[in-house]
């Protein structure tokens, strides 16, 4: 891998620059920027030329992928990008930035939450998916496993998923997450490709330490494809971003602001989540 450090952080400060606020109740937790550059790249890489799904892309990774390529800091990178979160903020901030980059990349957000079925329009549609999920400290991995199914509906039969998950060997609940969503992948066809360890750090206050890893996955053996999207079980959306802390609601809205070309002075609304325990 060889290409221009400073061209390559310029460009993801742009991405930067355009993310939101982050909502540390949902785990809105943004990666640090050297690190940025570093999985940018590998995902450009991993997915050369190929149509590619976020599930959750709070980070910017979408972006400064798209972005790196069209600033020819690299020659390589995905046909298209769509990225669904559950936050407008984030959905609005990666159109705008997406319109940019037209048409050297195609870039499309929508709204999604992944507590409702996928809609048809996402099943089975992309080549790869990338995932950097709620890191399920409190409720084994659940909510890793949950944004890992989506990934994996969202793609087509020999598709690839990157899962960034926490990874400290200090720290035994995130080598069992690690370990079940290992079990979990295994059981949906796939194998572990490449595990990059240790490898990202964040903007986390409380564990400022406390790093991800980056693992490849890949899909050998469609016969186990779930052909079918559902809502989660209601047992799953607890403890989904922490002790005490369930998926209550299913979208973030973005208030109006009269500044046009900026993400709106940190106001948002929350918009309940309804639940059909029926
Ligand atoms: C949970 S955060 C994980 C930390 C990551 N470093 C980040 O901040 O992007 C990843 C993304 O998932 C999105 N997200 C959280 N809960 C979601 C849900 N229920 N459905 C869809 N996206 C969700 C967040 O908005 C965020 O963009």
């Keep these: 891998m060889e290409f221009d450090l400073r061209k390559a952080i310029n ?8 993310r939101p606020a982050p909502i540390r109740e949902f785990d809105q937790i943004y990666m640090k920027v050297a690190d940025m550059v570093i999985q940018a790249e590998y995902v450009a890489r991993v997915f050369n030329d190929k149509n590619i799904v976020f599930v959750g892309d709070g980070d910017g990774i979408a972006l400064s992928t798209a972005h790196l390529k069209a600033q020819s800091v690299i020659n390589y990178g995905p046909k298209s990008i769509t990225v669904l979160d559950f936050d407008e ?6 159109r705008r930035f997406g319109e940019k980059l037209y048409p050297k990349i195609e870039i499309l957000a929508y709204l ?12 089975g549609a992309y080549d790869g998916f ?35 998950m926490a990874d400290d060997p200090e720290l035994l609940w995130t080598q069992k997450v690690i370990r079940d969503t290992q079990q979990c992948a ?17 903007h986390l206050d409380d564990a400022p330490e406390l790093r991800s ?15 079918t999207s559902k809502p989660l079980e209601p047992t799953r959306l607890e403890n989904f971003y922490g002790k005490n802390s369930p998926l209550l609601f299913r ?10 070309n900026r993400e709106s002075d940190q106001l948002y609304i929350l918009e309940k989540l309804e639940v059909n325990n029926g």
């Design 112 to 123: 999604y939450n992944v507590a409702e079925a996928l809609p048809p329009e996402h099943f």
């Design 11 to 18: 460009a993801i400060s742009d991405i930067v620059q355009n």
């Design 251 to 260: 979208y973030v809205r973005e208030r109006p602001t009269l500044n046009t």
């Design 130 to 164: 990338h995932i950097n999920p709620p890191w399920g400290a409190s409720n084994d991995g659940e909510s890793v496993i949950t944004f890992f199914e989506r990934g994996s509906q969202a793609t087509k039969e020999n598709s690839l998923g990157i899962v960034v």
């Design 89 to 94: 903020r984030i959905v609005n901030s990666v």
């Design 213 to 227: 890893c980056s693992c490849l996955f890949r899909r050998i053996d469609p016969i186990c494809m779930q052909t």
């Design 186 to 202: 295994l059981n949906l066809g796939y194998v572990v490709s490449e595990l990059l360890p240790q490898l990202h750090l964040y």
